[in-house]
Nanobody, 124 residues
């Protein structure tokens, strides 16, 4: 079992930046691919970004390329999502997730472990 805890969310003005963190605990000896997803009010959860265990492979939602950056520090068992030039439409609960296979994936159903989410609110 892997326990994921997100942090770093909050209220920010449009154009601002935030860095989310996702700390993993429990069985962290396996090579997990880590992803970020988000769910806006009244909408379905959507893919944001994913990073492989080595960090060499990443993938982003097309609409977020250039503004969001995913990274990881395996020594700290932590994954980060740096968000810049935030827009009101980025307002959502952001979730991190882990999958036990090495390939990066944008498919929600392929992730085995989920955090509880952290709220990001962008004011206009």
């Amino acid at each position: 079992q892997v326990h994921l805890v997100e942090s770093g969310g909050g209220l920010v003005q449009a154009g601002g930046s935030l860095r989310l963190s996702c700390a993993a605990s429990g069985r962290t000896d396996s090579s997990y691919t880590m992803g970020w997803f988000r769910q806006a009010p009244g909408k379905e959860r959507e893919f944001v970004a994913v990073i492989s265990w080595s960090g060499r492979s990443t993938r982003y939602a097309d609409s977020l390329k250039g503004r969001f950056t995913i990274s990881r520090d395996n020594g700290k068992n932590t994954v980060y999502l740096q968000m810049s030039n935030l827009k009101p439409e980025d307002t959502a609960v952001y979730y991190c997730a882990a999958r036990t296979f090495p390939a990066v994936s944008a498919a929600e159903f392929e992730y085995h472990y989920w955090g509880q989410g952290t709220q990001v609110t962008v004011s206009s």
